[in-house]
């Protein structure tokens, strides 16, 4: 008799993820930008103006990952950078005019990958599936800000990097 598989949540969403990027970088290949640069796109579509180490918190990435993704982006013409007036050492990220064109493009792309995603779902269906990835994900962030938040307190209580 064989055992029963076990099904793994995170081998399930690393799936779904990993086939995410990949259609979505396709879809945007046309515009110059794969799904990495979209997501600060999107982010900064909702809230312009913004600090590059802003970005990075709010997407949950590293600056050298948030660096590549903003140079990408300017160097397409997307996104420019301005010196803060409050802190000059600081640039803040608005979108271009360029981007502001394509910006119904991608909604549409990520529209039509939800549709793929959520096909034969019934409506109810999918509110519950929302609602299970949105507690996932809380948990998921809670989970490793505690952990930072322990390996920030070493002997000298600077982030250890």
């Known amino acids: ?11 399930l969403i690393s799936t779904i993820n990993r086939y995410s ?26 809230r ?7 970005l990075a918190q709010r ?4 600056k050298a990952t948030a660096t590549r993704a903003i ?19 600081q640039n803040l990220v608005y979108v271009t005019e360029k981007a502001l064109n394509i910006r119904q493009q991608i909604i549409d792309i990520l529209g039509q990958w939800t549709d793929i995603l959520t096909k034969e779902m019934s409506t109810s269906e999918k509110a519950s ?20 938040s322990t390996e920030r307190n070493d002997n000298d209580g600077t982030p250890n990097e």
Do not use: C, W
């Open 1 to 11: 008799m064989s055992k029963p598989q076990i099904q793994s949540v995170g081998k």
């Open 21 to 46: 990027e990949m259609y979505i970088s396709r879809n945007l290949q046309q515009f110059g930008i794969g799904s990495s640069q979209m997501h600060f796109l999107m982010l900064l579509y909702q």
């Open 48 to 54: 312009d103006g913004v600090t590059q180490y802003d």
């Open 59 to 62: 997407l949950y990435v590293d």
């Open 71 to 89: 140079q990408k982006l300017e160097l397409e013409g997307y996104i420019i950078r301005h010196p803060s007036k409050q802190d000059r050492r």
């Open 129 to 148: 599936l929302l609602t299970l990835l949105n507690q996932a994900a809380h948990h998921a962030i809670e989970a490793n800000e505690k952990k930072h």
